[in-house]
């Protein structure tokens, strides 16, 4: 169980950082779909390892991090 936790808080971290590179970014950058793209793959690894914890309403922590409505898009989720 310790293990499970120490593991979600890293992926929600990794989260966090890439959050801030995407929001520190202009709308026009040319890195800014790469940097979605990270981003959305932090935020998958996040929602899988909630959902091995048991945890599988995200959208707690969707408001929590401010998700961008692109980076959710890359996830099929809306």
Known sequence: MGEKAASLGRAGRLVQ???????????????????????????????????????INHDRPIEDYAIPPEVLARLGAM
């Open 17 to 55: 950082q890439t959050l801030k590179v995407l929001h520190d970014l202009s709308a026009h950058d040319v890195n800014r779909p790469a940097v979605v793209q990270s981003a959305a793959d932090a935020v998958q690894s996040y929602f899988v390892q909630r959902e091995l914890c048991g945890l």
